[in-house]
């Protein structure tokens, strides 16, 4: 027998959104939860992301009078993703769609404030089951002070590189902020609102960093342990179950024992160059250059599950995120394809899919139509409209826009390519100039009234919404028609991989004869994705990780329950 160092009742690997929601959920139903984390922050993949998450039926959306219910959900989930899989089997999405709202509901009561993020659509709001308004919702903007030592120890989030305290849900704000009265009021809001904190004093975390914040700050005052720089390096099975992990910190190695389990939410295997171009290869070859996900995200709580008999599915995937090169990634490059007068093309010069639609939906059109890289092509009418740096603008520089001022050098390094017309940009880049020129004219014909009849851009709200509001009638959709023009390469990032271990219904992790193995949960990016190869809206991977971090809580809650000893009087 196994000679334990510490002994709890279930083990979390990860810290991110799955891990300390369960941490939370086995504490509430009366487990001592440990969680473990091998990096010196807390907070994992979901500290450093936007931090919404989409639910649809949520208890918010019932506050604030947005129809919605569990019917329209599962006929959402069927119109996106398609027919169910193991992975993403029919139990699984009930689940998702059922337990959702139970755990907002749930952090909320415990603590965490969260708001709706009114506007921010489905991304395939147009199909049978969609939703216009939104179903994602975020934390509000929190004062970092409030975890007094730990402040620091919470991943740094997106908000942090560009100094602002902004909402995910007004991110697309800023990059228009001079294209409409209800953008710029947008953008004052959340200037007025950085320079007041910094006034006040205060550390406003908005984003992942608001959410995973609060989530630690709730663990923290119910005592349960977070032991950062604690890297898990094995799965310890006693009688055919998993019983513990073989962990390594600052003390050394050390055996811990989970009595009721061990969830494993350590995050994908982004980082882990290896290991993705093994299972990428054949489809979609990727080794991780271009991500942008965790960087302790790199694979062994995956291959040690592997190890251990489990079954896996869509580990060629991940939460694409279309990139320019690093050295642009702090302008809106990031988001120029779904602005008008913008395209995406292959390396034949053609475009290959509604450019405005999910980065995930884009990713996948890469690989699929020979766009790695692509090419994004606009016009100076783009460039004179929008700004080309993040940041915290001066206050005087609300009242005095600055859109347009593309940075010479980048021009000048090759990093943006400029040419008079279409056919010389073509011949700058390698492309064939008839086949650019063709389908730059070919657009123009439906953008100069605002219509893509080959690919539908601008069609749906979420198109619109995330377009130039200066635009009419297609946020989306203009001409590219005014020299000179542009072009820079754009590459398929990532956020994180999203295949892993296949999991029941209940997040138990199942062998390849489709049983569950004994004593083992998994949630988050380890685990296949309920959503299949798609992503239906804004945070569906961050409500998944937590959903199902919930589950495997309350499911190794009452399996201890289940096998308690009966006593008598």
Not at 81 to 91: H, R, V
Not at 265 to 286: L, M
Request: aromatic share 8%.
């Amino acid at each position: 027998m196994t000679t334990w160092d510490a002994s709890y009742d279930l083990v979390v690997v990860g810290s991110g959104g799955g891990g300390l929601v369960a941490a939370l959920m086995a504490a509430d139903a009366g487990l001592n939860p440990v969680v473990l984390e091998k990096q010196q922050y807390v907070g994992g993949s979901t500290a450093m992301s936007g931090g919404v998450i989409w639910m649809p039926g949520n208890p918010l959306m019932a506050e604030d009078g947005v129809p919605d219910s569990l019917e329209r959900g599962m006929t959402y989930l069927q119109s996106v993703i398609g027919e169910p899989d193991k992975a993403s089997s029919l139990e699984r999405r009930r689940a998702f769609l059922t337990s959702g709202p139970e755990m907002l509901a749930f952090i909320r009561e415990a603590g965490v404030r969260l708001e709706r993020c009114e506007g921010y659509a489905d991304y395939y709001d147009d199909l049978p089951g969609g939703n216009a308004r939104g179903r994602s919702v975020e934390g509000v903007p929190w004062d970092g002070r409030r975890l007094g030592e730990w402040r620091t120890r919470v991943n740094p989030g997106m908000a942090r590189g560009i100094g602002l305290v902004v909402k995910t849900n007004e991110v697309r704000d800023i990059a228009v902020a001079y294209r409409s009265a209800a953008t710029f009021a947008s953008t004052v809001r959340v200037v007025l609102r950085t320079y007041a904190s910094r006034l006040l004093g205060k550390d406003l975390f908005t984003n992942g960093m608001s959410l995973m914040g609060q989530l630690t700050r709730i663990c923290l005052d119910r005592g349960i342990p977070i032991r950062l720089g604690t890297a898990v390096e094995g799965l310890v099975v006693e009688d055919g179950t998993v019983a513990g992990v073989r962990a390594a910190g600052d003390g050394g190695p050390t055996l811990i024992r989970g009595t009721a389990g061990v969830l494993l939410a350590a995050g994908g295997f982004e980082h882990n160059a290896g290991f993705r171009r093994a299972h990428t290869e054949a489809t979609q070859p990727n080794d991780g250059t271009w991500s942008v996900g965790n960087p302790g995200n790199t694979g062994e709580m995956l291959a040690a599950a592997m190890e251990l008999g489990a079954a896996t599915d869509y580990m060629d995937e991940a939460v694409w995120l279309l990139v320019p090169r690093a050295e642009l990634g702090g302008s809106t490059l990031n988001v120029a394809r779904q602005f008008a007068r913008t395209i995406l093309v292959n390396r034949h010069g053609k475009r290959f899919s509604n450019e405005s639609n999910s980065y995930v939906e884009l990713g996948r059109a890469m690989y699929a139509n020979d766009a790695v890289p692509a090419w994004l092509v606009f016009d100076d009418a783009y460039r004179r409209k929008v700004p080309w740096s993040s940041g915290m603008p001066k206050l005087r520089d609300l009242w005095s826009a600055r859109p347009g001022n593309l940075p010479e050098e980048w021009v000048k390094d090759d990093w943006i390519h400029r040419a008079g017309s279409i056919e010389e940009l073509a011949g700058g880049i390698g492309l064939d100039p008839s086949a650019l020129g063709d389908t730059v004219r070919r657009f123009n014909v439906g953008a100069v009234r605002g219509e893509d009849p080959e690919f539908h851009r601008g069609e749906s709200q979420y198109n619109r919404a995330l377009g130039d509001p200066g635009r009419a009638p297609n946020p989306a959709v203009g001409p590219i028609d005014t020299p000179p023009y542009y072009a820079t390469r754009i590459f398929p990032g990532d956020v994180g991989t999203s295949g892993g271990v296949i999991c029941d219904e209940h997040a138990r992790v199942l062998d390849h004869d489709g049983g569950p193995i004994p004593g083992l949960y998994a949630t988050g990016n380890m685990a296949a994705t309920v959503m299949g190869r798609t992503y239906p809206g804004a945070g569906a991977s961050i409500a998944a990780t937590m959903v199902f971090g919930y589950i495997a809580a309350r499911h190794a809650a009452e399996s201890v329950r289940d096998t308690a000893p009966i006593t008598s009087s």
